[in-house]
């Protein structure tokens, strides 16, 4: 896209999420965590449904812009804590975002329609939230799957895979399918899902 709005609103992200002191190795180079996260979801975005909106395409590289600055130890250790700090981070990504397609020239509706998808308002009934999730799930199934499987138990893995599943829509699952696991995680996602 040679949007040079785009490009710009691109970059910003970008750079602030290069400022993420949280560091990631992938493939014997280190890369500040949120960017690598950010380039992931944007190339799995592009592989997914190249001809996504810009409003999709902003959301997907903003979608945790800044996510180190609200520190999940900042809530209660619980499920309610855990659900309360996920819903700031939204409204704080958002905002963050907002802020930056403002300075980059995009207008009212476009700036409130990126906040909307970033904020995964009406999943499963807007088309372009249901995508934002699809590529969400994708990319934690693909690059995330393997570092949580040597954390938590069976049981436990088992439900993250389910209540992941069931937020995708069918061409998600599809996708989900396609991807190259271990062995292993083939197999646990299958036993999750009862294939």
């Not at 965590?33 to 902003?58: G, H, T």
């Not at 990126?114 to 807007?126: A, P, Q, R």
């Not at 938590?152 to 989900?176: F, P, R, V």
């Not at 396609?178 to 996602?189: F, K």
Request: aromatic content about 10%.
């Amino acid at each position: 896209m040679t949007n040079t709005k785009f490009q710009q609103a691109s970059q910003w992200i970008d750079a602030e999420n290069a400022q993420d002191p949280n560091i990631e190795i992938h493939e014997s180079v280190s890369f500040p965590k949120e960017l690598l996260y950010s380039n992931r979801m944007y190339a799995k975005l592009m592989d997914f449904c190249p001809n996504a909106s810009e409003e999709v395409q902003i959301a997907t590289k903003a979608q945790h812009i800044c996510r180190w600055k609200i520190a999940r130890e900042s809530y209660p250790m619980d499920r309610v804590g855990y659900l309360k700090w996920r819903e700031e981070l939204k409204k704080f990504h958002a905002k963050t975002t907002a802020a930056i397609l403002e300075k980059a020239g995009y207008d009212e509706n476009f700036i409130a329609r990126v906040s909307f998808l970033i904020e995964k308002k009406l999943l499963k009934k807007d088309e372009e939230t249901q995508l934002l999730e699809d590529v969400i799930c994708l990319v934690f199934l693909e690059y995330y799957l393997a570092p949580f499987v040597e954390k938590h138990d069976t049981e436990k893995l088992k439900n993250i895979i389910l209540k992941t599943w069931n937020k995708m829509s069918e061409k998600g699952h599809q996708a989900a399918l396609q991807i190259n696991y271990s062995p292993e995680n083939l197999q646990l996602i299958k036993d999750a899902l009862g294939l």
